[in-house]
């Protein structure tokens, strides 16, 4: 079961490159201001390493917005599930 905290952006990695769409970070950086983030962002912790795939947008946003952590879903899962993600 995934457990949901705040961890710090920097210790987040995203290994697939995303473009995202500028509209929708502006908006989501404004929503996040004013009313803070509202849905986490899915996280793998692979030997105790964070890796994010999903909630690029939020990601990007609350990086934008100089916040030093963000609220992540997190889900525990062997160097297996990692590499089917990295495939």
Request: hydrophobic content about 35%; aromatic content about 4%; proline content about 7%.
């Amino acid at each position: 079961m995934a457990k949901v905290q705040e961890i710090p952006l920097n210790q987040i990695k995203r290994p697939l490159p995303r473009i995202n769409d500028p509209n929708k970070v502006k908006t989501l950086m404004e929503s996040i201001a004013e009313i803070g983030q509202q849905e986490p962002i899915d996280v793998l912790e692979v030997d105790g390493q964070y890796y994010g795939f999903s909630g690029c947008h939020r990601y990007e946003a609350c990086q934008r917005l100089g916040q030093e952590t963000i609220l992540a879903r997190v889900r525990k899962a062997p160097r297996s599930v990692l590499k089917m993600h990295l495939a």
